[in-house]
T-cell receptor, first 115, second 112 residues
């Protein structure tokens, strides 16, 4: 069974530029998460989807971050414009079933460096 | 007070000994608790979950939950160098809406 796939693995951009990350969850997993992880810290939730619906986006900085999950499968996370403080690893995770089971399967992450 | 707290470590344990990792949480309504292992440069992977008070064993790993004291721990028996990693505690917080909150992790080092 294929795991959660993320791309790109690494991205270096200058501040004020846009960037987008893509995630393909495990087949059949209805719940999809985007987390942000800084060095030495635990993952912090940005947004959670149940199928196509964003059920928790309370911690997504909506002035510069946006996300979508069309057709309830793949998801894209966008930052525009990027700031220096956005440098981090962006983790996508999926979970089987509905609700917040806590049994998350993470992708390898997209490491963003903003110069 | 952070919602999920862990000692950042590093925790150094000799090979073959028991490693004990602790986590406390603030929300008394929390129902489910998870331990994730994260190797350096890799993403977290789930190794244990526990829902009820008491102990849950899986191979060399034992998760312990005490809801009255609001702590959850992970014991690793017969520690191996391959257990060297950061261990993240995660709690399903139900204070307002269900949300999975991660601690900052404890770095474990197993010395040969």
């Amino acid at each position: 069974e294929a795991g959660v796939v993320q791309s790109p693995r690494y991205k270096i951009i200058e501040k004020k530029q846009p960037v987008a990350f893509w995630c393909n969850p495990i087949s059949g997993h209805n719940t999809l998460y985007w987390y942000l992880q800084n060095l030495g810290q635990g993952p912090e939730l940005l947004i959670r989807y149940e199928n196509e619906e964003a059920v928790d986006d309370s911690q997504l900085p909506k002035d510069r971050f946006s996300a979508e999950r069309l057709k309830g499968v793949d998801s894209t996370l966008k930052i525009q414009p990027a700031e220096l403080g956005d440098s981090a690893v962006y983790l996508c995770a999926s979970s089987p079933g509905q609700g917040n089971s806590g049994e998350l399967f993470f992708g390898e992450g997209s490491r963003l460096t903003v110069l | 007070q952070k919602e999920v707290e862990q000692n950042s470590g590093p925790l150094s344990v000799p090979e073959g000994a028991i490693a004990s990792l602790n986590c406390t949480y603030s929300d008394r309504g929390s129902q489910s608790f998870f331990w994730y292992r994260q190797y350096s440069g890799k993403s977290p992977e789930l190794i244990m979950f526990i829902y009820s008070n008491g102990d849950k064993e899986d191979g060399r790993f034992t998760a312990q939950l005490n809801k009255a004291s609001q702590y959850v721990s992970l014991l690793i028996r017969d520690s191996q160098p391959s257990d060297s990693a950061t261990y993240l505690c995660a709690v399903n917080i139900y204070s307002s809406a269900s949300k999975i909150i991660f601690g900052s992790g404890t770095r474990l080092s197993i010395r040969p």
